[in-house]
């Protein structure tokens, strides 16, 4: 069951902040953020396994509510190097161990 | 971290004919995956390759279609056979060394067009 993301796009203005989220249906057991920039491979961002925590990478921190079934990735004061298409990917409890990721948030800042 | 080589980059080809892809890995690797991105979509999971046994497909995708070979922990290879221009897309290996609860390499992709 693909997670869903939202919203599907976002601009900003570097420096301004954005919260991108993930859902599923089903129990997730975990949630990987990945990046990708166009014309490139995803990169790893982090994961988060279940028990609630919230994890962070320089300004780039996310959250995941084990209850509500869902992750949401937070960018404080967006540098011009947040740009990309962010892609949420999860592991479901008593499933298979391979990702399955969200259609995408893409990501703009501007200067 | 992990350093795969993906190749071709990218390939132009003709209907009806195949393409392998080679997915060669800097060390050791339990579990390799195989994705198709369409441009500007998500990562679709094809199937997974796991050394020592038959890869796994997902749904809508066949071994007939698509065989894989796990010859070792570092190599892998997809081949899209009989291609239509439905086929041309990204293909996309990715690796992960632990459990699936570990960071995910990809390597640079495949571009494919089929005309």
């Known amino acids: 069951q693909q997670p869903v993301q939202s919203p599907q796009a976002v601009i900003l203005r570097e420096g301004e902040d954005a919260v991108i989220n993930c859902s599923s249906s089903?129990?997730?057991?975990?949630v990987h953020w990945y990046r990708q920039k166009h014309g490139e491979a995803p990169v790893f961002l982090m994961i988060?396994?279940?028990?609630?925590e919230q994890k962070g990478h320089e300004k780039i921190s996310a959250s995941f509510n084990e209850k509500k079934q869902q992750s949401s990735l937070y960018l404080t004061a967006s540098q011009l190097s947040y740009s990309g298409t962010y892609f949420c990917?999860?592991?479901?409890?008593?499933?298979?161990?391979?990702?399955?990721f969200g259609k995408g948030t893409k990501l703009t800042v501007n200067p | 971290s992990a350093v795969i080589s993906q190749k071709p980059s990218r390939d132009i080809c003709q209907r009806g004919t195949s393409l392998t892809i080679q997915c060669q890995v800097d060390?050791?690797?339990?579990?390799m995956f195989w994705y198709r991105q369409q441009p500007g979509q998500s990562l679709t999971l094809i199937a997974t390759?796991?050394?020592?046994?038959?890869?796994?497909?997902e749904s809508g995708f066949v071994i007939d279609k698509f065989p894989i070979s796990r010859p070792n922990l570092t190599f892998s290879t997809l081949t899209v056979s009989n291609m239509s221009p439905e086929d041309s897309s990204i293909y996309l290996c990715?690796?992960?060394?632990?459990?699936?609860?570990?960071?995910?390499?990809f390597g640079q992709g495949t571009r494919l067009t089929v005309v």
């Open positions: 990715s690796v992960v060394r632990g459990n699936a609860n570990t960071e995910a390499f």
């Open positions: 089903k129990a997730l057991y975990s």
């Open positions: 988060l396994l279940k028990g609630g």
């Open positions: 990917g999860t592991l479901t409890q008593g499933g298979s161990e391979k990702l399955v």
């Open positions: 060390s050791q690797v339990t579990m």
């Open positions: 390759a796991n050394q020592g046994s038959e890869a796994t497909y």
